[in-house]
């Protein structure tokens, strides 16, 4: 008989997720007492309780279990960038990102564990930038709604997306090198003042 039995479509969301936390659960177990590069998906599989197809299944590289929550904070992304009535594009993209630092304040121990393990590993470094292209590119549509579609537009929407990635990754450095101790909203709330000033006004001219 196989970990996957006849079951009921509750359960077996049930399971699906309760697999899915116990493997990164082992993962980051793992990836502490012996260090990533030392830690195998056979042995991650083995910690779980799970077959390693099953590890596969759910996980296709060993590097996904340090970003398990990827896809998921990209929905919740795209979700708070639908724009509200007469909200700047502006406003569309800070109350987003606030919404995202609302989650990972509710986090905070699992985003430690994963900026240590990712300061760690010089590759881990590497494919978290890669990671981050994504919710740019959801940022930058946000903002191309505010332009006019126009080589300047898309610039401009392209450059505002680049710098608010930037000043969220110093305000999440800032917090995650304090411990995660303090308020990330509010800090979020400050450095989005401060976009704000440097940006000026909405729009191509």
């Not at 196989?2 to 509750?10: A, D, G, W």
């Not at 990671?131 to 401009?156: I, M, N, P």
Request: proline content about 2%; aromatic content about 8%.
């Amino acid at each position: 008989m196989t970990e996957e039995t006849t079951e009921s479509e509750p359960q077996r969301e049930k399971n699906r997720s309760s697999r899915h936390a116990a493997l990164v659960s082992a993962a980051y177990a793992l990836f502490a007492e012996r260090g990533y590069a030392a830690t195998t998906m056979d042995d991650v599989a083995q910690a779980a309780g799970l077959s390693r197809r099953t590890a596969f299944r759910y996980f296709a590289t060993k590097e996904a279990l340090v970003f398990p929550e990827r896809d998921e904070r990209l929905v919740l992304l795209a979700s708070a960038l639908v724009p509200r009535e007469r909200e700047t594009a502006f406003e569309t993209v800070r109350r987003a990102c606030l919404a995202l630092a609302r989650r990972y304040q509710d986090e905070r121990e699992r985003m430690l564990a994963q900026y240590r393990l990712v300061q760690s590993e010089p590759a881990l470094i590497g494919r978290e930038l890669q990671l981050d292209r994504a919710f740019e590119e959801l940022l930058e549509q946000a903002f191309a709604r505010g332009e006019r579609d126009t080589s300047r537009g898309k610039r401009r929407a392209r450059v505002r997306a680049s710098a608010v990635i930037g000043a969220v990754r110093a305000s999440l450095r800032e917090w995650l090198e304090g411990g995660a101790s303090t308020d990330l909203v509010r800090l979020g709330r400050e450095t989005f003042a401060e976009l704000e000033q440097g940006f000026g006004g909405e729009g191509e001219q």
